[in-house]
């Protein structure tokens, strides 16, 4: 065979099995994980293939993705023998990804061991956070402090913004604009944040362990950050351990941590403490000192969109509303998608009577927070206020849909069917609101009354005892239970019940009337001394009456409310704590501080010569 055919035979060769690579890349982004190992392995077998040795990479990639995670190791490890010294970079990403299955797979000193190597070679700032994770794991306090420091101790090759501003000072507008943005400083930024993440993250998790309080824990991890390239984050720790002290509930160490930032010279860190401790205060209802860390946080860092909600609370809760849209407005305007400024504002707009402008604000909520409890709450009672009953109807079911216990909102369905005059609707309600809360008096006199109109005097007597039990010092209770036992034919019991309420109320001219009347319709022979004591009453009553003189008279009857029950106003623990207007003040936590760490498993998709345009294959190293 002539030379130009065995060229002819390996270029064909070559071709084919960058048409198998691709083929086998399109079979892993469509999940079609058999078909893709099946590829590789045919690509394994063609010794012409110069690049085998990485595809076993992508191979430990497809069975990360089935979860054999032992098998994606041994792939892993088959192809950190293949790979040679000089691509390094490649191999730290391999190692990488060892030392995560391990974590997977509760291996914590194997792939203690993948991270120490990595460190050792090339350390990166999310190997770092890993390793004291490990170490966090298996409780080794003095491994956690040491993981630490090399973590801190990873130089951050990036451009300071010292320098960065130094050199810009110098360039005209338009180029300082366009390399404030360019492809390198978003690279940098990112960088910065992964590091500052991580170093936060870090230190939140094992200060409450390493030492024996929380408060030497976080001392420990503040000096050696102080003692390293990132000294700006000492003061983000410390806001980080007054909100752990906040979760601990040692509210007076949280604020004493806080107070310490009134001497720092970083106006923005001494802005995120004021604004935490206007919002500590605010809670505690103490609203002078509330105010007054609030104008601290405004003064420090006007642009700080938590600390003009703080200030627009505060101005709230002193009745200048008018005033209090100033400054949610003005947060709206330094952050757009602050929920806690939009709400603020359209309670505001509700109580200085803009309520157009309020269904607006709690609409754009909506949008922004679908299906939350307050929001629908607000929704419903703006459209009721422009009377769009239908439309207020509307938000109330939907409401109903998100907490369909709430008794205060199965009462505020109630009053809705009731004045509907749909009786049948309304006593649903009610009675749904009685069994998930069945203390409030309201509902009970409703489901009461509902009864005695049904003439089902039975049922009607339970609810009216309930209130009775409640409200042991209102006399009408008692009388609703007599007067349902005398209604349904129950002479006897029904005296005795009213004979109960004289002993406790004897000045009560109603009780010794119905006294009175069934005593002679009974025949008894006390009627005598029960229409007698009648006659005192009605002269008492009537002689106070005198004294008071009619304008004070109507005064008390209508503070009594006549005869009509007195509804107990107050809200129950249990009732919907929403749907009171409240407004929302703002705890400004750090600006990257987050719970928990997930370990990040990146896959590698190596090199292998050229591919088609037409099927437009990549093999990106480092793609995730």
Not at 88 to 97: P, V
Not at 416 to 424: C, G, H, L, P, T
């Amino acid at each position: 065979m002539s030379c130009y055919a065995i060229s002819t035979v390996i270029l064909l060769l070559h071709s084919f099995s960058q048409v198998l690579l691709n083929l086998a890349s399109q079979y892993t982004l469509n999940e079609l994980y058999s078909e893709a190992l099946n590829t590789y392995h045919v690509l394994m077998r063609n010794r012409l293939f110069q690049n085998a040795g990485r595809l076993k990479v992508n191979m430990g990639n497809v069975y990360v993705k089935l979860g054999y995670y032992s098998k994606a190791i041994k792939f892993y490890r088959m192809a950190l023998d293949q790979v040679t010294n000089t691509h390094k970079r490649m191999r730290i990403k391999i190692m990488q990804n060892i030392g995560v299955l391990f974590v997977k797979m509760g291996k914590y000193n194997d792939a203690i061991a993948s991270f120490e190597y990595i460190m050792g070679e090339n350390p990166d700032f999310k190997t770092g956070l890993n390793l004291v994770l490990c170490y966090y794991a298996l409780n080794d306090k003095e491994k956690m402090k040491r993981s630490f420091q090399k973590l801190v101790s990873i130089q951050l090759e990036v451009s300071r913004e010292e320098d960065d501003d130094k050199h810009f000072s110098t360039l005209d507008g338009a180029l300082r604009e366009a390399i404030s943005n360019d492809t390198l400083k978003i690279f940098e930024s990112r960088k910065k944040h992964e590091a500052e993440w991580s170093i936060l993250m870090a230190s939140k998790l094992i200060s409450p362990i390493i030492d024996d309080s929380l408060n030497l824990g976080f001392t420990w991890c503040v000096d050696v950050v102080k003692g390293s390239t990132f000294l700006e984050l000492a003061h983000e720790m410390e806001i980080n351990k007054a909100v752990l002290f906040l979760k601990q509930k040692e509210f007076s160490a949280a604020i004493e941590t806080l107070k310490s930032f009134e001497r720092k010279k970083d106006a923005k860190v001494a802005s995120v403490a004021a604004t935490n401790l206007a919002f500590l205060y605010l809670l505690q209802k103490d609203y002078p000192q509330a105010n007054h860390y609030a104008d601290v946080a405004v003064s420090a860092d006007h642009y700080n969109p938590g600390a003009l909600v703080n200030k627009g609370c505060c101005i709230y809760l002193q009745g200048d509303f008018h005033k209090s849209l100033e400054y949610f407005k003005e947060a709206l305007v330094n952050e757009a998608t602050c929920v806690e400024a939009l709400y603020n504002l359209g309670l505001s707009l509700k109580k200085v009577g803009h309520y157009e402008d309020a269904l607006e604000c709690f609409s754009k909520l909506q949008a922004m927070l679908p299906n939350r409890p307050q929001v629908l709450y607000q929704l419903a009672t703006a459209c009721d206020l422009l009377k769009r009953k239908d439309q207020s109807l509307d938000w109330y079911m939907q409401l109903l849909n998100v907490v369909p216990t709430d008794p205060e909102l199965l009462h505020q369905m109630g009053i809705i069917f009731d004045a509907r005059e749909d009786k049948q609707q309304a006593f649903q309600y009610y009675y749904d609101s009685y069994r998930n809360y069945p203390s409030d008096p309201r509902v009970s006199t409703w489901l009461g009354a509902y009864f005695i109109e049904a003439e089902v005097y039975e049922k009607a007597v339970s609810y009216f005892e309930r209130a009775a039990v409640m409200q042991p010092s209102e006399v009408k209770w008692q009388l609703m239970v007599a007067s349902c036992h005398r209604r349904s034919g129950n002479y006897q019991k029904a005296l005795a019940i009213y004979k109960g309420i004289h002993r406790k109320f004897p000045d009560n001219v109603e009780c010794l009337k119905f006294i009175v009347r069934l005593c002679s319709d009974m025949r008894l022979q006390e009627v005598d001394r029960y229409a007698a004591l009648l006659d005192k009453a009605e002269e008492a009553r009537a002689n106070r009456e005198r004294e008071i003189g009619p304008r004070g008279s109507g005064k008390a009857r209508r503070e009594n409310g006549g005869n009509e029950p007195t509804v107990n106003e107050g809200r129950s623990k249990h009732a919907f704590r929403i749907l009171t207007s409240r407004t929302v003040c703002v705890f400004s936590f750090p600006r990257i501080f987050r719970c928990w760490c997930d370990f990040d498993f990146e896959p590698i998709r190596p090199v292998c010569g050229c591919v088609t345009s037409k099927i437009g294959a990549t093999s990106d190293v480092g793609q995730k």
